[in-house]
């Protein structure tokens, strides 16, 4: 759940390794549920050209069955595309064991960078890349970064909402 940060564990910002900041529940701007996971960038807070949130908390998920089947499924918010390049999906047990994929685009193949506002983004699991031993009987760990250029300023009001895993019929 995207409703508030501690909706299903706790939602974080990784304020060592991304310039990700101030993160809060946005009760106003959300695509599902009640509300979205709203933060802030501030460039100069790490020299990695991110933002990442994660939930290293929520109660455990048993996938078993979906893998390489399933698709991660997300809403981002980018108040700007300018300097824009990918968001990153990672799920799994911890930040040492999950899959992990880059989108580029959004559910309907459109460039991220081409527009700003909401976009729905698909992660397939098929083309994920595996770090460490993750077991899909029990996934507690989602991790999302949000990745732009050396070129991108401070800004303010990034979300994120709606995170689900589909399978295509």
Do not use: K
Request: aromatic fraction near 10%; charged fraction near 15%.
């Amino acid at each position: 759940s995207c409703d508030s940060t501690t909706g299903n564990g706790t939602w974080t910002i990784d304020t060592t390794n991304s310039d990700a900041s101030t993160a809060n529940a946005d009760i106003t701007e959300f695509r599902e549920g009640s509300g979205s996971i709203n933060f802030d960038v501030d460039v100069s807070q790490s020299a990695n050209n991110r933002a990442t949130l994660e939930n290293s908390s929520m109660s455990s998920v048993n996938v078993t069955g979906l893998e390489n089947l399933a698709s991660v499924v997300l809403w981002v918010f980018l108040p700007s595309a300018v300097n824009f390049n990918s968001v990153t999906a990672y799920w799994g047990q911890n930040s040492t064991n999950y899959w992990s994929l880059a989108s580029t685009t959004d559910i309907d193949g459109a460039f991220l960078s081409a527009t700003a506002g909401w976009h729905q983004v698909r992660f397939d699991w098929e083309d994920s890349a595996v770090t460490g031993t993750p077991s899909t009987s029990a996934v507690t760990y989602l991790r999302v970064d949000f990745n732009y250029s050396a070129s991108q300023a401070d800004d303010t009001d990034f979300r994120l909402d709606g995170i689900r895993l589909v399978r295509p019929e």
